[in-house]
T-cell receptor
Framework: GEDVEQSLFLSVREGDSSVINCTYT??????LYWYKQEPGAGLQLLTY?????DMKQDQRLTVLLNKKDKHLSLRIADTQTGDSAIYFC???????????FGTGTKLQVIP | KAGVTQTPRYLIKTRGQQVTLSCSPI?????VSWYQQTPGQGLQFLFE???????NKGNFPGRFSGRQFSNSRSEMNVSTLELGDSALYLC????????????FGQGTRLTVV
């Protein structure tokens, strides 16, 4: 079955870049996602990448996909304290909306 | 445009009771998916509805059920509640069943005592 893994915790200083990594097992993944969850809130869709792309950039966010190694990363440039949250990597294969999530990486931004 | 609305936000129920949670998707969206989030199991897919039809179901017991109405609003029901059903239940809304983007509501926090 599908499996998505992430490291549990990342700490960075304000103004530095953050890189959150993720690996997945399903070679038939169609879309790969990054979601953000703040305490007591739902999931906010940050960005997604189609499986035939290598990179996607959206303002401070850069997503890199290495399909051969099944590795996805999210780079946040100029990390701010407001970026402190849990970040979930997720993948979707097949035609429907079933998404498999990773365990989440808690990003702590130190002022 | 209003986002995904889930009601109620918080709920406390007793073991053995049943509960119904509601999700109103973004206007025009026809696909609704449900997820359970717990500290131990993380985010797990429950089921997905599109045009009032269940398209996909996760690995949950039959006590968990759902439905979708003609206006795309969805409800999920959990019968014979167990302590382990305490979780954040999240609903996601998509324009269509195959579209890339899914937008989540704030969730319903269910506590079973």
């Amino acid at each position: 079955g599908e499996d998505v893994e992430q490291s549990l915790f990342l700490s960075v200083r304000e103004g530095d870049s953050s890189v959150i990594n993720c690996t997945y097992t399903d070679s038939s993944s169609t879309y790969l996602y990054w979601y953000k969850q703040e305490p007591g809130a739902g999931l906010q869709l940050l960005t997604y990448i189609f499986s035939n792309m290598d990179m996607k950039q959206d303002q401070r966010l850069t997503v890199l996909l290495n399909k051969k190694d099944k590795h996805l990363s999210l780079r946040i440039a100029d990390t701010q304290t407001g970026d402190s949250a849990i970040y979930f990597c997720a993948e979707r294969s097949g035609g429907y909306q079933k998404v498999t999530f990773g365990t989440g990486t808690k990003l702590q931004v130190i002022p | 445009k209003a986002g995904v609305t889930q009601t109620p936000r918080y709920l406390i129920k007793t073991r053995g009771q049943q509960v119904t949670l509601s999700c109103s998707p973004i206007s025009g969206h026809r696909s609704v998916s449900w997820y359970q989030q717990t500290p131990g199991q993380g985010l797990q897919f429950l089921f997905e509805y599109f045009s009032e039809t269940q398209r996909n179901k996760g690995n949950f017991p039959g006590r968990f059920s759902g439905r979708q109405f003609s206006n795309s609003r969805s409800e999920m029901n959990v019968s014979t509640l167990e302590l382990g059903d305490s979780a954040l239940y999240l609903c996601a809304s998509s324009l269509e069943d195959r579209g890339p983007e899914a937008f989540f509501g704030q969730g319903t926090r269910l506590t079973v005592v």
